[in-house]
């Protein structure tokens, strides 16, 4: 099994222009979350999904959009990409929410200029 | 709207020493409480997951405990060794903390 998987890992981009993080599970997990982390703020929930076809927004929702047509995979876009999206952008996945372990991908470290 | 706070954010302590490690949340109303660590520029290995209703879990020479009616968690870490430093991150539910850097000094 691979676990989560990210892709890409690094990124660099000028403002305004867009791109798509993709985030794939192994597991036939419901749940998948897309995270980002900055210096000493800790993880900020971006958008999560309950299910196939299925997304929420979480707490920093502005800004990215998402889409969940497989189960499997879980994207998160930048329509217009601002200096402030600068961060390591997480996902994870989990079977259900209540009471069960969060698995995460290696990350994806994206730079705005 | 949950909250969650780790203290002391750094931590540096001798080899071979125990340590605690805190978590505190403002809604008791969680699922669960994971623990987890965190390698410079890697991602986040879970360390031990505690379900609402459950107290305490235990993997190895680490011990993490819930008390859900304080707000609080802690992660005990027995016998340091340098291995042990990284950051430790708690996360309740779909909220995490700001992490712990712990440095174990041969």
Redesign the interface.
């Given at each position: 099994n691979a676990g989560v998987t990210q892709t890409p890992k690094f990124r660099v981009l000028k403002t305004g222009q867009s791109m798509t993080l993709l985030c794939a599970q192994d597991m036939n997990h419901e749940y998948m979350y897309w995270y980002r982390q900055d210096p000493g703020m800790g993880l900020r929930l971006i958008h999560y999904s309950v299910g196939e076809g299925t997304t929420a927004k979480g707490e920093v929702p502005d800004g990215y959009n998402v889409s969940r047509l497989k189960k499997q995979n879980f994207l998160l876009g930048l329509e217009s990409a601002a200096p402030s999206q600068t961060s390591v952008y997480f996902c994870a996945s989990s079977y259900w929410e209540g009471g069960d372990e969060q698995f995460f991908g290696p990350g994806t470290r994206l730079t705005v200029l | 709207k949950q909250e969650?706070t780790?203290i002391p954010a750094a931590l540096s302590v001798p080899e071979g020493e125990n340590l605690v490690l805190n978590c505190s949340f403002t809604d008791s109303a969680i699922?669960?409480l994971?623990w987890?660590r965190q390698d410079p520029g890697?991602?986040?290995?879970?360390l031990l997951?505690i379900?609402?209703?459950q107290r305490e879990q235990t993997s190895g020479r680490l011990n993490a405990s819930l008390d859900k009616s304080s707000g609080r968690s802690t992660l005990y870490i027995a016998a340091s060794q340098p291995g042990d430093s990284a950051t430790y991150?708690c996360?309740a539910?779909?909220?995490?903390?700001?992490?712990t850097r712990l440095t174990v000094k041969p």
């Open positions: - | 969650v780790q699922y669960n994971q987890f890697k991602g986040l290995t879970s997951l379900q609402s209703s991150l996360g539910d779909m909220r995490f903390g700001a992490g």
